[in-house]
């Protein structure tokens, strides 16, 4: 590998540290890092902003700075379509740039293999597929946003040693610190998606309580066959990010209560074959505009999902307190415990006694 190589990979990776923050928090857009260099120094930076506007090299190009004849590193390839926003590709031509490189093509087909045209007319060098690779693994949620593939869908749950999820005399089964993890884990997430028997049981916010992550509180959607939601819920007062409820029941009275505090109300289909329903759920979902969903629900729902093959990877919380007769499940957890908890799923961090499992499904 020859050392403008290693330095195109290396100005890359910092591109996808900026990416790496806003992961989750930029809507239908993906999150993109940006990183400008002149002179062999990093002179700009810049990452898709919360909500997916601006774009990451708007972002980087927005400081008063001689830009012309420098590189820039971007995470995927620029925006050529006049959307909300002009396309990034304007600006990079207006501030004179000299060489443009990234890991992977837009997916988009408003931008789909555009730049290379556009940027190459105006004499700007451009290199693809630095790190294709790793692009691949950091976008595999929204390579599948325009395609009609299943959408990523992971899991949270939190355990007591020997498997209880319900505590009956506290509302933690976990330690703070793994509540805290919990809710970073939210903010890695656009969608969450709960029940609304776990929102009468547990009266949960299911935000990001974390300081300087509390705008990236992912949105919420709340599965409600019969619409039996509390209407005084925390959830409904204190949740600041746009919460659905798909549900199957007509209900006019409280579809109005729900649309004059902002809940959007969504009719879907009575689940008669339980398996194709609750996947048709997530392709609702997808259609919605979320592609990283993650479900947060009792050991009933979960159940279902792992038996149906519909999740992805299972983020379990494992306390290290047997709960005894001070402990309950509404159901069995019979799916939850053929999970394999070996060695190799625990995460190697610090939660004072307790465990965390990443598990693939």
């Not at 930076?45 to 972002?59: D, L, M, Q």
């Not at 089964?173 to 890695?188: D, P, Q, V």
């Amino acid at each position: 590998m020859s050392i403008k190589q290693i330095k195109d990979s290396f100005y890359i990776k910092l591109a996808y540290q900026q990416a790496e923050i806003n992961l989750g928090s930029t809507g239908t857009n993906p999150s993109v890092g940006a990183i400008i260099t002149k002179n062999n120094s990093v002179i700009s930076s810049g990452r898709t902003s919360i909500n997916g506007r601006p774009h990451a090299e708007s972002n980087a190009l927005r400081n008063r700075l001689n830009y012309k004849n420098s590189n820039l590193y971007v995470t995927l390839e620029p925006c050529t379509h006049f959307g909300k926003t002009p396309p990034c590709t304007k600006k990079i031509i207006s501030k004179k740039i000299n060489r443009v490189v990234f890991s992977i093509n837009d997916v988009d087909p408003r931008s789909k293999n555009s730049a290379l045209k556009k940027l190459i007319k105006k004499k700007i060098y451009i290199k693809r597929f630095v790190l294709e690779n790793y692009a691949k693994l950091f976008y595999k949620y929204y390579l599948t946003q325009h395609s009609k593939e299943f959408p990523y869908v992971d899991a949270k749950l939190a355990l007591s040693k020997n498997f209880f999820s319900i505590n009956k005399k506290n509302r933690w089964i976990t330690n703070k610190k793994s509540r805290e993890l919990g809710n970073f884990l939210r903010s890695r997430y656009d969608c969450l998606l709960t029940t609304s028997k776990t929102i009468n049981d547990d009266n949960p916010l299911l935000n990001c309580r974390i300081e300087g992550l509390e705008k990236k509180s992912p949105n919420l959607i709340i599965l409600d066959r019969f619409f039996i939601v509390k209407k005084n819920s925390l959830i409904f007062k204190k949740n600041k990010t746009p919460i659905y409820i798909l549900t199957t029941v007509n209900d006019s009275s409280k579809e109005n209560f729900f649309k004059k505090i902002g809940v959007k109300v969504i009719k879907i289909k009575k689940m008669n074959n339980f398996s194709t329903d609750l996947k048709n759920i997530f392709y609702i979902i997808k259609k919605l505009g979320f592609n990283r969903i993650l479900v947060e629900s009792g050991v009933t729902y979960l159940n279902q999902l792992i038996k149906y093959n519909l999740i992805n990877t299972l983020y379990l919380f494992k306390s290290s307190i047997n709960l005894g007769t001070e402990g309950f499940n509404n159901s069995n957890p019979v799916y939850v415990k053929k999970i394999n908890f070996s060695k190799k799923n625990k995460i190697n961090v610090n939660l004072q006694g307790d465990i965390l499992y990443k598990i693939k499904i």
